[in-house]
C-alpha cells in the first residue's frame, strides 16, 4: 500500500469508496472539500484506492481532518492509523480537530485524539417564521465576516470562506450599529439544506440567523449543534429540526481550539468545523 496526494480527479474513486462503506453520495461536499483542502489517499498494488482522508488547514494555527475512509475489505488492518499518522505528519504543529462517529472514536483516541464536545445533528422541516434581523450577505461583507470569523475561531478561515460565498445558497450577516456581528450560511447536500457555519454574538442573534436562512429552505433542513447548547437544541425541536445522529468532536493532544467559542454556534459541516 502507498500513501498519494488526491485531486478533484478522483471524485469517482472517492465516491465508489464511500459508497462501499455505505456513505451518502455527497459529490458537491467531496468536490469542495478535494478543491480546497488536501486529500491523501492509500493505494494498493492494483492502483485501486483504498482508502482517504482530507487535511483542511486554516493559516498554520490549526486544521481539520474529514473524510476518513477505509475500503471495507481492508478494515482492521491498521490503515486508518496509518493515513490519520500521515497527516498528523503533514500538518506540521497545527492544532487538529475532527468530527467522529462512535465507530471511528476509538481509533482516534488511540492516536491521541480527546473528546471536546458532544454533538447532535438536528434534521427535519423547519417550522418557525423568518425573525428579519439579518439581511443577505455581498461580497463587499467578505473582509468583515473575515475578521470576525477569525476572532472567533482563532485562525484566518479566508480562503474558505472566499469559496463559501460561491458554494452556499446563501449567507446572512447580522449587525449591530453597521458593524458586522453575526454571519451564517446554508448550502444545498444530498436530500438537504445545510445550516452552517453560525457564529453570533450570543444565541438570540444565532437563533434569528438560523431563522432567517432555515424558514427559506422548505424541505429538510439539517444542522450540527453542540449537544452542551441545551436552549438552542430545544429551540430548534420544538420548529421541527429533531436531533439524530450523534458525534463527537474532537482535538489532537492537549492544547485548546483557539478563539472565542462562546460565539460559535454551528460549523460549516461537520467535516470543516
Known sequence: ???????????????????DRQWSREERKW???????????????GGELVATAILTRYGTRTAAISMVLVASRHGRQGLGGRLIGHILDQARGATVFLNATATGRPLYERLGFRVTSPVAMHLGTFTGQAAGASRPASPEDLKAIADLDAEVVGADRSALLTRLFDFAEQIRVIEDRGVVTGYAGMWRNMGNTV???VIAADPADARRLIADLA???????????????????????????????????MVAGTEPLPGDRSRYFAPVMSALG
Open 1 to 19: 500500500m502507498i500513501i498519494r496526494e488526491l485531486t478533484p480527479d478522483d471524485l469517482g474513486a472517492c465516491l465508489r469508496l464511500a459508497a
Open 31 to 45: 468536490l469542495f472539500l478535494l478543491q480546497g483542502g488536501e486529500g491523501y489517499g492509500m493505494v494498493d498494488p
Open 195 to 197: 445550516v452552517g457555519p
Open 215 to 249: 424558514s427559506q429552505v422548505g424541505g429538510p433542513a439539517r444542522i450540527e449543534v453542540e449537544e452542551s447548547r441545551r436552549e438552542l437544541a430545544e429551540w430548534l425541536t420544538r420548529h421541527g429540526m429533531v436531533a439524530g445522529m450523534r458525534t463527537s468532536d
